[in-house]
């Protein structure tokens, strides 16, 4: 379900949008379904004029068939594979991240969802010359810590400071300026307005649970309806636009002892193609250890339940082992 808002579609402006909510009609689905003539009369609007609107939302926003063969031929033509700038990582996700899906990095608080992210954007944006885009949520991107990365890639001081300049933060604390931004970008790769470092491969989203949990309370319905807004904006750009989505999100368990499944619920577990959990492997007496486990929890093209160790302190890489997939994720 889409929520309408201005911009949406030609003719859709802020003080018609209001006149609808007033009316019980907050999403595409409601206004599309509705008798246009009975609006149109409680509204005081111009029945011509939701006609177009509604025809232009239909336009948007349906679904049409396309083959097997079509598909399968956009797949190799557009598809493009991205080191993490982690090989066993990359081993974890069948080689590296695939451009046209969206991959989810979950965990608990402190197990190092943020640091792999920096390390995606230090590699796409220092090794591959592309440009990234950073969607901080939660004030957690440190520029510092980026740096630091790419020193240890390269002792270039001007290939540093490129590399740097590739990535984009903007900061986006509710959903509402995370759909701008994501807006913003469709507009810019539609009209072919790229930056001079290099064209956008990555966009990260860290992280999508800061921004979607306070929906969640009491007025659920609209909470829903913007999630899934949001997960149509991250999917579409992905495919239309040959981008690799990066997005992190929280863990939760059903009670003190279960297994930790990913927070946001089903609906939200349909978004990405693929899941990792990343797991600290500290003991109460190492706080400093910076040894992660990984583990694959969904992928359409791995078996669930690989799992790797990663270094977040200094990239070691060690071997990938098979362990039993996690129950409940």
Known sequence: MVVLRAGLCPGLTEDIIQLLRDNGIRT???FVSSDLEDVAQKCSLSYKALVAVRRVLLAQFSAFPANGADLYEE?????????????????????????GEVMELMGAPGTG???????????????????VLFLDSTGGFTASRLYQMLQAQTEDEEE????????????VFNIYEVLRALQELRDHLSQQVL???GPLKVVVLDSVSAVI?????????????LMMQLSRELKTLAREFSLAVVVTNQVTRDSSSGPLKPALGRSWSFVP???????SREGPWERSSTQRAASLAKSPRQPTGIQVELDIGNGDVL???LVTPTEGL
């Open 113 to 131: 969802k943020t640091q792999v992210c920096l390390g995606i954007a230090a590699r796409v944006s220092l090794g591959l010359k592309q440009h």
């Open 273 to 279: 193609s693929t899941r990792v959990l990343l797991e």
């Open 160 to 171: 540093q400071l490129e590399a740097l300049q590739r990535v984009q933060v903007q900061r």
């Open 319 to 321: 071997d990938p082992s």
């Open 195 to 197: 930056s001079s470092v």
């Open 75 to 99: 797949l190799k033509s557009s598809t493009a594979i991205l080191p993490t700038g982690s090989p066993s990582l990359d081993q974890l996700l069948d080689s590296g991240l695939y451009t």
């Open 28 to 30: 595409v689905v409601d």
């Open 213 to 225: 949990y306070p929906l969640l309370g009491g007025r659920q319905s609209e909470g829903l309806a």
